[in-house]
C-alpha cells in the first residue's frame, strides 16, 4: 500500500509538472480558477494541521498541541524561519507533556 | 535558498523515520516524488493508515499549481525539444520556479544555469533525506521528546510562510476548522482532501 502511494503519487505529481510542457493548453486560465489554484496549498497543509492540532488522537485534545501550534505561529511569523519555528514546537510539547 | 531545503531535507527523514516508515520508503519518496509539502503530508496520512488512493489524491491537488509555474514558463523551454522539456519538467519545484521567474524575468536566457539549479536541488534534497533518515534512526522515544509534534510545527510553519493576503489566512482557518470537524466526527482521512478542496473556493471571489 505505502509503495502503491509513492509510485502512484510521484506519477501524478510528474503529470502536473510536465502537462503544460507537453501539450498546449489555453494561454490563460480564468482568472478565479488560478486564485483556486494559487490557494490549494495553503488550504490542503492548513487542513493537515487542523486534526493534528485540535484531535490528535481522534478526540478534542487537552494536550499541548493547540498551545504549542500557536507559539509555532509566532516563531516563524517573527523570525521567517521554519527550522526555528519546529523547534521552538517540539520544545514546547516536550516541556508542556513534562510539567503535566 | 540551499540552506532551507537541506534543513527541510533533514527534517523530513527525521519525521518520516520517526513515524515508522522504512528507510527505503522514505528515500523512495524524495527520489520519486521529489516535493517537499507533498512528501510531509504523505508520512502524516500514511501514520493514519490512509488508503492509497486518498494519499495520491491529496498529493495531485497538493502539486495541482505546478500547473500554474509550468505553463508560465513554457515559453523559455519552446527551444527544447520536446525529450528534454518532458525531462526538465520533473525538476520543477517552487524553488526552482521562484528562481528560474526571477531570473528569467531580469534578462537570463540560458537554460542550463536553470537546469544546474534545478538538479543541484533534487541532488541535495535526495542527499538531506538520507542523512535525516540516519539522525531519525539514532533518537530513540520520539514522544518524550516532542519530536511527534514535528512534522504538524513544519505544516503551521510552511502555512505561516506561504500567507500572503488576507485570504489566505480566511482559507488557512478555514481548511483547520472543516478539517478539525470532520476528524472529530470519526472522517480523518478524508477530512484533509475535503477541507483542502473546500477552503479555496474562499479565496475565488478575491478582488484583484
Do not use: C, K
Not at chain 1, 482568472?31 to 486534526?51: D, H, K, N
Not at chain 2, 513515524?19 to 504523505?42: K, N, R, T
Amino acid at each position: 500500500m505505502i509503495w502503491a502511494a509513492i509510485i502512484g503519487s510521484g506519477l501524478v505529481t510528474y503529470m502536473v509538472r510536465a502537462l503544460p510542457f507537453a501539450v498546449t493548453l489555453p494561454v490563460r486560465l480564468p482568472a478565479p480558477a488560478s486564485r483556486y489554484l494559487e490557494a490549494l496549498p495553503v488550504a490542503i497543509i492548513a487542513a493537515l494541521v487542523g486534526p493534528a492540532v485540535l484531535a490528535p488522537g481522534g478526540t478534542l485534545t487537552h494536550g499541548p498541541e493547540p498551545l504549542a501550534a500557536l507559539l509555532v505561529i509566532g516563531l516563524v511569523a517573527w523570525r521567517r524561519s521554519l527550522l526555528i519555528g519546529v523547534i521552538g514546537g517540539v520544545a514546547a510539547v516536550a516541556f508542556l507533556r513534562a510539567i503535566s | 535558498m540551499f540552506g532551507t531545503t537541506l534543513v527541510t531535507g533533514a527534517t523530513f527523514g527525521v519525521v518520516a523515520r520517526q513515524a515508522g516508515l522504512e528507510p527505503i520508503e522514505i528515500a523512495a519518496m524524495s527520489i520519486i516524488v521529489f516535493a517537499g509539502a507533498s512528501e510531509f503530508a504523505m508520512v502524516q496520512l500514511f501514520a493514519a493508515s490512509a488508503a492509497f488512493p486518498v494519499v495520491v489524491a491529496t498529493v495531485f491537488f497538493l502539486n495541482l499549481r505546478h500547473v500554474l509555474m509550468a505553463t508560465s514558463l513554457r515559453p523559455q523551454f519552446a527551444r527544447l525539444s520536446r525529450a528534454r522539456r518532458l525531462a526538465a519538467a520533473f525538476f520543477l519545484t517552487d524553488e526552482s520556479f521562484a528562481m528560474a521567474t526571477g531570473y528569467f524575468r531580469r534578462g537570463g536566457r540560458s537554460l542550463a544555469y536553470y537546469v544546474t539549479f534545478a538538479v543541484s536541488l533534487y541532488i541535495l534534497w535526495d542527499a538531506s533525506t538520507i542523512a535525516g533518515i540516519a539522525i531519525g534512526s539514532a533518537i530513540g522515544e520520539p514522544r518524550r521528546f516532542g519530536i511527534d509534534f514535528a512534522i504538524t510545527a513544519t505544516f503551521v510553519g510552511i502555512v505561516v510562510l506561504a500567507i500572503r493576503r488576507a485570504t489566505d489566512v480566511a482559507v488557512a482557518l478555514a481548511a483547520v476548522a472543516i478539517a478539525g470537524a470532520l476528524a472529530l466526527a470519526g472522517a480523518s482521512t478524508v477530512a484533509v482532501i475535503l477541507a483542502g478542496a473546500v477552503a479555496p473556493l474562499l479565496a475565488v471571489g478575491r478582488p484583484r
